[in-house]
């Protein structure tokens, strides 16, 4: 047994950041009460600023996320701890906490399908793991990958993290339309974290977004929509955070989709 003699501060300090924020963000959740069929709607208001957080909190890890290995690839000090650390506290931030955030956030749903929302969440933290775990095999740690193999785990939770802030949203001033999504995205939300969940262990091809948006030298105009797309995001955060996550959960199964329809039409298409 090969024993550790050093490990990088920052880096690692980061990374405990991440599990921090994952860890405080399903002690928030489990600040929210189980729904009952007579309080339900009194709850679904005293409870929005509890999914606020939670969210947020997710969100909040990524940033550490983030950081920890900018930081590790920049000072030079990636390690196999590192890496092995990253992907546990991973687990916590974007497979525990989302997954038990769902069950928290969707009280109707809850309340009628008791059993088969812990199933649905238990899965998504179950290909969470089986995500990073894969990640961590089949990636070296100097490795500048411009796609992932599977939707990555953070992307999958910041389509649960978003929904939960645009829960609040809605529940502030909600009139009869805003309660009419509420209840629709209630019952879609669970099948939507199930299949958010079979993209993480799939082999569907993503792009990385800081490798292929971020980093580099780009255009004036790609600045300038960068720039908007980040605005936008600010401004109607409550809004435009779930959307954008899940756009890129599907972007991946709609571009596939998409090549293969190219392809049997070329394959179909006669010679003469």
């Known amino acids: 047994?090969?024993?550790?003699?050093?490990?990088?501060?920052?880096?690692?300090?980061?990374?405990?950041?991440?599990?921090?924020?994952?860890?405080?963000?399903?002690?928030?959740?489990?600040?929210?009460?189980?729904?009952?069929?007579?309080?339900?709607?009194?709850?679904?208001?005293?409870?929005?600023?509890?999914?606020?957080?939670?969210?947020?909190?997710?969100?909040?890890?990524?940033?550490?996320?983030?950081?920890?290995?900018?930081?590790?690839?920049?000072?030079?000090?990636?390690?196999?701890?590192?890496?092995?650390?990253?992907?546990?506290?991973?687990?916590?931030?974007?497979?525990?906490?989302?997954?038990?955030?769902?069950?928290?956030?969707?009280?109707?749903?809850?309340l009628v399908h008791t059993h088969t929302i812990w199933i649905i969440a238990a899965a998504f933290a179950a290909c969470a793991a089986l995500r990073l775990a894969r990640f961590t095999v089949e990636t070296d740690s100097d490795e500048e990958h411009m796609y992932f193999s599977g939707l990555p785990s953070p992307a999958a939770a910041a389509v649960v993290a978003g929904f939960a802030i645009m829960f609040y949203t809605l529940r502030q001033d909600a009139n009869e339309f805003k309660k009419l999504i509420d209840v629709g995205l209630q019952a879609a939300l669970p099948f939507l974290g199930l299949l958010i969940a079979l993209f993480m262990v799939s082999r569907i091809r993503y792009p990385h977004v800081t490798n292929r948006i971020l980093r580099g030298q780009r255009s004036f105009g790609h600045v300038v929509a960068v720039l908007f797309c980040f605005v936008a995001i600010l401004v109607f955060r409550g809004y435009a955070l779930p959307i954008v996550a899940t756009a890129f959960a599907f972007y991946g199964p709609t571009l596939l989709g998409w090549q293969l329809w190219i392809q049997r039409r070329q394959r179909e298409e006669p010679l003469f």
């Open 1 to 110: 047994m090969r024993r550790i003699r050093t490990i990088a501060v920052f880096p690692t300090l980061l990374t405990l950041g991440n599990l921090l924020c994952g860890f405080f963000a399903i002690v928030v959740a489990a600040r929210i009460d189980k729904p009952a069929a007579d309080t339900l709607a009194n709850n679904l208001l005293a409870d929005t600023d509890n999914l606020l957080i939670s969210g947020g909190l997710i969100f909040l890890a990524m940033v550490f996320d983030g950081l920890d290995g900018y930081v590790a690839r920049l000072a030079r000090t990636t390690s196999d701890f590192g890496a092995q650390l990253d992907s546990l506290c991973d687990l916590v931030s974007f497979g525990v906490a989302p997954g038990f955030l769902l069950v928290k956030m969707c009280p109707k749903f809850t």
